[in-house]
């Protein structure tokens, strides 16, 4: 027999499916301050993490507590991952934004015709009560399109006199548009970003997101766009006794007991990874009535490694021997992959394909690189099943 009641992540002690915010939120407590911070002083912010890393979770935080103060603002939000040319791209960034500013046809009308004014940009009734759409565009938007496009959350905020802070969720899927197209892009927001005009209390900014880190980190970090428009957030590790007392108070909640040594070994075995975390607490959380003990966290472990086990399959079957090879060496804690001794032991064949074989685990979005240089599997779970299952290791 099914119950009746619809559980929402508000219901839930373990929160993986979506954000969180307020008592659901814990740790990062610097980070989503200095976003707070950051918008509050009109300044554009970028944050670029691994999928389910928390990168919503820390904005929607700092905008929980911009609402709590009493700040007025708009958010408007475009999610670019399946933008493939830079038509579908502008249409979902204009409908975003024209929505969060609007809400009947007259107003969207009203917006498109005003601020965006001589482009090939514009209302069509029939479109909006057909489909739902906002605006419409003539064939594919030129440089004038995409500079008024950009400056529009500007134009929206002097209007209203109130911040709107742009939200762009995986922006670096712009690279996917090709080179071309991604410089222009790129060149013509910088040049909205830097000429936007200040206002005390009407001003836009932007915030932007992206999972496929070394993308990311391309953008920003060695081609330098948006240098000294943007201000990059990095996330950093949530205390690791923090995560230990957020999953025992979550079990105490239905009235559930893990003692804190368990709960380390959770942490530990996920490197920190709240999304991870808190859906294996869930399946513990379901397949218990009182009491924590290994063998639940074992039939937890192998519930979740379930789940992922084809996306992990599939992801073997994209890397070729060598990259499976420099992964083994990862695991195994070699540091000089380049060395005489690492080559041979792992059959890297040479120092010139090390660099290949890097530089493709990069575009594969399977590895980063920390500030030491030392490379990371991104993936904490991938990892583990890597080492324990592919590998055999113990």
Known sequence: MFSDKFYTGKDMAFVYDTFVTGKNFIGRKAESNAVRNLL?????????EPPKAGKMSVIQQALFNMRLSGVPF?????DLFNCRDTRSLALKLASSIIRSAASTPAEYAGIIETMLKDTRFHFDQTAFSENDEV???????DRNDLDRLFRLPGEIAARTQSPVFVIIKEFQ???????????EIFGIMEGALAGRPDGEKGYSVWILTGSRVNAMKYIFEEKKYFHRLIE?????????REIEDHMIRGFLTGGKVMEQDLAASVVRLFKGNLRYINHFSAICD???????????MMDALNIILSVNEDRFKNTICSLTS???????????????????????KYGLHSSANVRRVKDALRKKETITFDDKDEPVIMDPLFEYWLSRFYFGKQ
Do not use: R, W
Not at 173 to 183: K, P, Q, R, T, V
Not at 232 to 240: R, T
């Open 286 to 296: 379901s397949l218990s009535k009182g009491y924590m003990n290994e063998g639940i």
């Open 322 to 344: 060598h990259q499976l090879n420099f992964l083994k060496a990862i695991l195994d804690g070699e540091k000089k992959f380049s060395s005489v001794e690492v080559i041979g």
């Open 40 to 48: 509050g002083h009109g300044t554009s912010v970028c944050i670029y």
């Open 74 to 78: 708009t958010a408007p939000q475009a």
């Open 135 to 141: 605006v419409c565009l003539d064939g594919n938007p």
């Open 173 to 183: 899927s712009i690279l996917d548009l090709g080179e071309d197209a991604s410089e």
């Open 232 to 240: 990059h957030i990095p996330l950093q590790q949530v205390d690791s």
